[in-house]
């Protein structure tokens, strides 16, 4: 029941999220922020791991081919194949669930503290609106570092194979290309899509309905985490089984 609940809370919470918008002037500023911090600010981390994770997708694949009759050019495709359809966009969702996520969770949860919310609601302002929907905007943004999670994975992929003499570069790009199927691309960006919206408002809901101190600010963090990852990993079975099954 406690559950229920909270998926109850959670709905209203999207719901009002919708209503009553704070003016555009003042909007566009709060969305350019949430672009900066939650998009910008997450790409390092993003490209950083992703190249070496394409390269440990590469370097392992090619040690697992013990066959002669194995044809070179798997590596290549292995990797497209890893990354692209669950390395970036799930992957890298569990490691923004993380870092934006606990920011999110933090930053509402401390004005929740500090009782500035309390103070936007005095004021008349729809403080879910004012608050999480533009970090649901600027989460939209979020395919658009994916797509660059997935270049730079493969390259790390073609960087440890060709560089590591587990493959050579002929074999490895004839391997990218093998059997291409573009529908793997939107597969991925649909999922993409979903995530990020998951991203912006199951932490958001922690740090809004959260009530304590300063402690429980970080307990709630915790949480936020926690469940955005369960989250994620299982709207990533159900897409996956709608999509490709």
């Known amino acids: 029941m406690k559950y229920l609940a909270s998926i109850g809370s959670y709905a209203i919470m999207v719901k009002e999220v919708f209503k009553k918008p704070t003016k555009w002037s003042i909007m566009k ?12 600010g997450s790409l390092g981390i993003l490209v950083f791991i992703s190249f070496f994770i394409g390269g440990v997708v590469a370097i392992q694949t090619a040690l697992n081919i013990t066959s002669e009759l194995i044809p070179k ?20 969702s569990i490691i923004m669930a993380g870092k934006v996520g606990s920011y999110i969770t933090s ?20 403080a879910l609106n004012y608050l999480i929907f533009p970090k649901i905007v600027a989460l939209m943004l979020y395919p658009f570092i994916i797509a660059i999670a997935m270049y730079v994975g493969i390259f790390g992929g073609w960087v440890a194979g060709v560089f590591g003499g587990f493959s050579t570069s002929a074999d490895f790009i ?13 597969y991925s960006f649909l999922k993409t899509i979903v995530f990020a ?6 932490p958001s809901y922690h740090g809004f309905y959260m009530k304590g101190g300063a402690l429980e600010v970080g307990k709630a963090s ?11 990993i299982i709207i990533n079975y159900i897409l996956t089984q709608l999509l490709l099954g």
């Not at 500023?29 to 910008?40: A, G, P, Q």
């Not at 930053?107 to 729809?126: F, K, P, Y």
């Not at 919206?197 to 199951?202: D, K, M, N, R």
């Open 29 to 40: 500023s709060l969305i350019l922020k949430e672009i900066d911090e939650l998009i910008y």
């Open 73 to 92: 050019n798997l590596v290549g495709f292995a990797t497209r194949q890893s990354i692209i359809l669950e390395f970036a966009p799930t992957f890298c």
């Open 107 to 126: 930053s509402i949860g401390t004005m929740r503290v500090t009782e500035q919310i309390d103070a936007l609601e005095v004021m008349g302002v729809n």
């Open 174 to 186: 004839e391997g990218i290309q093998l059997d291409f199927i573009p529908f793997h691309i939107t």
């Open 197 to 202: 919206f998951v991203l912006a408002t199951i």
């Open 222 to 232: 915790t949480t936020s985490f926690v469940w955005t990852s369960v989250v994620i």
